[in-house]
T-cell receptor, first 114, second 110 residues
Framework: SAVISQKPSRDICQRGTSLTIQCQVDSQVTMMFWYRQQPGQSLTLIATANQGSEATYESGFVIDKFPISRPNLTFSTLTVSNMSPEDSSIYLC???????????FGSGTQLSVL | GEDVEQSLFLSVREGDSSVINCTYTDSSSTYLYWYKQEPGAGLQLLTYIFSNMDMKQDQRLTVLLNKKDKHLSLRIADTQTGDSAIYFCAESPQGGKLIFGQGTELSVKP
């Protein structure tokens, strides 16, 4: 199984600032993803982090608001830009392992925006 | 469209079996998943089933898949208080992307 480390685990931020979340996988993986879990809700896919090219965003999410980097096969970052209280959520990184059938998650970053 | 539905709450007594149900819409999903989320934690992959299987058993966990009805269930035998958590069903319509249900909050009473 893949071990996925995320940091920070939580943060409290001021409106209008930006936060970058890091995701490190202990092995090379083909696919990495970023999800958002709003309070009391299920998970929604933000984007697929592509190694060496621009991320692929889902409907309702844009690069200017959620820029993503993936410089190599084990690391990705998600930035939440120009934050507002509506961005308060848990942000989770995910990666596939094995032959692609196992999808593991990091422990998440709990973000609160004041 | 893609949609996954689960009941929101389930309450059982310790030692009983729990059955959490899920319906999904995308018949092209290769794998279907069950995840567990404890308070303040990320998602733990519990088990998954390949779409051409009817059943998968892993210790106390049994997954049943009815592909015709697009119905997935997770049975937890001998439920313990440590099993109290939110359980998410998810389908994978394309390449690693998951569509999640709303989650079922399982409460285990001593």
């Amino acid at each position: 199984s893949a071990v996925i480390s995320q940091k920070p685990s939580r943060d409290i931020c001021q409106r209008g600032t930006s936060l970058t979340i890091q995701c490190q996988v202990d092995s090379q993986v083909t696919m990495m993803f970023w999800y958002r879990q709003q309070p009391g809700q299920s998970l929604t896919l933000i984007a697929t982090a592509n190694q060496g090219s621009e991320a692929t965003y889902e409907s309702g999410f844009v690069i200017d608001k959620f820029p993503i980097s993936r410089p190599n096969l084990t690391f990705s970052t998600l930035t939440v830009s120009n934050m507002s209280p509506e961005d308060s959520s848990i942000y989770l990184c995910s990666a596939e392992s094995g032959q692609g059938e196992k999808l593991f998650f990091g422990s998440g970053t709990q973000l609160s925006v004041l | 469209g893609e949609d996954v539905e689960q009941s929101l709450f389930l309450s059982v007594r310790e030692g009983d079996s729990s059955v959490i149900n899920c319906t999904y819409t995308d018949s092209s999903s290769t794998y279907l998943y069950w995840y567990k989320q404890e308070p303040g934690a990320g998602l733990q992959l519990l088990t998954y089933i390949f779409s051409n299987m009817d059943m998968k058993q892993d210790q106390r966990l049994t997954v049943l898949l009815n592909k015709k009805d697009k119905h997935l269930s997770l049975r937890i035998a001998d439920t313990q208080t440590g099993d109290s958590a939110i359980y998410f069903c998810a389908e994978s319509p394309q390449g690693g992307k998951l569509i999640f249900g709303q989650g079922t909050e399982l409460s285990v009473k001593p």
